[in-house]
């Protein structure tokens, strides 16, 4: 947390050697959450280039951050992702996304392995609400507590709670067929 502090100290005085190793240390984590939720790496990539622009531009108008700058980060990517979804509903109807990328020619995966995976990625990506998913992914994916959680999203940490339980009862719903039958339904 005191590497934040004095990182983010040194961001605020615009240091080119501080905003690349924060770029370095954060842009990789957000990546891979914005991954997670869009499967696409082009679109992963612009939103987190659009974090570090936000947060630089709150920064030299003296805003932004005080503490806690990795949950800072996450919560900007969140909320451009939502605005990312909302424009594309409008945009184009969305398309049915991967969540969860699996080499279907990875050898060192078995078939059964295989397929637990793409069944439970198919549970969240179908599933689960759109802020379940969320929850599901800062929670276990990104390994956020459920207070910082709860800041990242915005509500309270027993909303946050409740939804993270009601998608692992829904996950143990689907996970309950046999394996068989869900290949079959797909």
Request: charged letters at 25%; one cysteine or more.
């Amino acid at each position: 947390m005191d590497t934040d502090t004095s990182l983010l100290n040194a961001v605020r005085r615009m240091n080119g050697d501080a905003l690349a190793k924060l770029f370095d240390l954060y842009a990789p984590t957000l990546h891979n959450y914005a991954l997670h939720f869009c499967n696409n790496a082009l679109l992963a990539d612009n939103i987190v280039g659009d974090v570090f622009a936000k947060l630089l531009e709150k920064v030299s108008c003296g805003y932004g951050p005080r503490a806690n700058l990795r949950s800072y980060l996450f919560e900007t990517t969140y909320h451009l992702l939502v605005d990312e979804v909302r424009y594309s509903r409008r945009r184009l109807p969305l398309e049915v996304v991967d969540f969860l990328p699996c080499d279907a020619n990875s050898a060192h995966i078995g078939f059964e392995n295989r397929t637990l995976f793409e069944t439970i990625s198919r549970a969240i990506r179908n599933d689960l609400t759109d802020y379940q998913r969320h929850v599901i992914i800062l929670r276990f994916f990104e390994g956020f507590s459920m207070r910082e959680t709860a800041a990242i999203l915005g509500k309270s940490a027993s909303h946050v709670k409740a939804a993270q339980n009601r998608a692992i009862v829904t996950l143990r719903k689907v996970l309950a067929y046999p394996m068989m039958e869900l290949v079959a339904i797909s």
